[in-house]
């Protein structure tokens, strides 16, 4: 996205959206393609900002996608970019490991946009079977963020 919009241009585009009381908007240029989309439940203001080339990708050429996890095991993923943190400060102890048990309401990691610390949930009962991400790492929406056994 270099050369192509800078925090200036984001920040009319999120003033724009909020006095417009828009939702989402996507803007393709040059190639390139920009989604904004506030949050279910965010704050006012908030937005997630996601892009994405419009050009297929080498996985895309090839035709090859990753399998889908079997039917039993559901996929947390990142309702929106930002930074994944396992724990809600660096002196405890992570939410979740491999073989915990959760349930839907259970907070399973914190992703941290735009200096908002947002509480993602495990969505389902189960069985935490892998951990996806680093600590620390940056995500992308749609990123997978744990796999869970359901019960």
Sequence with gaps: MEGWMDVK?????????????????????????????????????????SSVPTMPGPADAAGAAPAPPPSDVHTVVAPMVGTFYRSPSPETDAYVDVGSTVTPDKVVCILEAMKVMNEIKAECSGEIVKVCVENGQAVEYGQALFLVKKA
Excluded: C, Q, W
């Design 9 to 49: 241009d984001l920040k009319k585009i999120v003033s724009l959206m909020n006095e417009n009381g828009l939702v989402e908007i996507e803007i393709e240029e040059e190639g390139k393609r920009l989604r904004l989309r506030k949050a279910e439940g965010s704050l006012p203001g908030a937005v997630v900002v």
